[in-house]
C-alpha cells in the first residue's frame, strides 16, 4: 500500500466514524425523550440529519477518488466496498431516526397505554448494535462484529411481540388505534435500524475475512473471496 492510499483510506475512516457517531447522537436524543416523555429537540435532530447528509457525498467522492487514482486490491479493494455500504446504510439510519422522532412527538404528547412494549429497551439495544458495529469497523475486529449478529435476533422479537401485543389492544380498544399504530411504527423503524447495524457488521466481516455472509444459503457454495 502506498503512502497516499493509505492517508485516504484513514480519512475516509475518519469520516465513516463522524458519520456514525451523528447516528448514534440522533439515535440518544431518541431515546432520552421517550424515556422522560419530552419532545425530541426537532431542530437539533434535523440539523444531525444535514450532517449525516454532507458527510454522505463527501466521502463517496472520496471513495470514487481513491478507486480512479490508485486502484486499490484484496482487503483495501474490500475497504472501499464495505465503506460505500456503511456510508449508505448510517445515512438510512439518520432518516429512520428522524421518521422515528415524528411518531415519539405524537407518542409523548397523549397518555401512554398500559401495554408493556420494552420500546425503551428497543433503542438501547439499537444503540448497543450500533456502538459495536462502528467499533468493529475501527478496530477491524471481525468477532466483534460477528456478536452483532446475534442481537439482531432480540430486536427482532421484541419488534414481532410489540406487534401482537398492539393489534391485540386495538382490538378491544378503538381508542387506542392512534397511539398503539404510532408505536408499532416506533418499533417497526427500530428494528430496521438494527438491521441497518447489522449490515455494517456484516460488511466489517467481508472487509477483514474476505468472507460474505449476508446470504448465508446462497453464498454457502460460492467459492471464498481472494485475498
Do not use: W
Request: include cysteine; glycine fraction near 2%; aromatic fraction near 2%.
Amino acid at each position: 500500500m502506498t503512502d497516499h492510499l493509505s492517508r485516504d483510506l484513514q480519512e475516509v475512516k475518519r469520516h465513516v466514524l463522524d458519520m456514525g457517531a451523528l447516528a448514534e447522537e440522533a439515535l440518544r436524543l431518541a431515546l432520552s425523550a421517550y424515556k422522560n416523555r419530552e419532545e425530541v429537540p426537532a431542530r437539533k435532530l434535523r440539523e444531525t440529519e444535514r450532517k449525516i447528509n454532507l458527510l454522505q457525498l463527501e466521502i463517496d467522492d472520496e471513495l470514487i477518488k481513491i478507486l480512479a487514482l490508485h486502484q486499490p486490491v484484496a482487503r483495501d479493494l474490500r475497504f472501499v466496498a464495505a465503506a460505500m455500504r456503511i456510508v449508505n446504510d448510517l445515512e438510512r439510519i439518520g432518516d429512520l431516526t428522524n421518521s422515528i422522532a415524528d411518531r415519539l412527538l405524537y407518542a409523548v404528547n397523549h397518555a401512554p397505554l398500559n401495554e408493556s412494549t420494552d420500546i425503551e429497551r428497543m433503542m438501547e439495544g439499537c444503540s448497543v448494535m450500533l456502538r459495536a458495529s462502528l467499533n468493529s469497523f475501527v478496530s477491524q475486529d471481525s468477532a466483534l462484529a460477528r456478536t452483532v449478529l446475534a442481537k439482531d435476533d432480540v430486536i427482532d422479537e421484541l419488534n414481532r411481540r410489540h406487534f401482537q401485543i398492539l393489534i391485540g389492544r386495538m382490538k378491544r380498544d378503538p381508542d387506542s388505534i392512534d397511539m398503539a399504530v404510532a408505536l408499532i411504527s416506533i418499533s417497526r423503524g427500530l428494528e430496521r435500524i438494527a438491521d441497518l447495524a447489522t449490515n455494517i457488521a456484516e460488511d466489517v466481516v467481508f472487509m477483514v475475512d474476505a468472507e460474505d455472509i449476508r446470504h448465508p444459503r446462497l453464498t454457502s457454495s460460492r467459492p471464498q473471496v481472494v485475498e
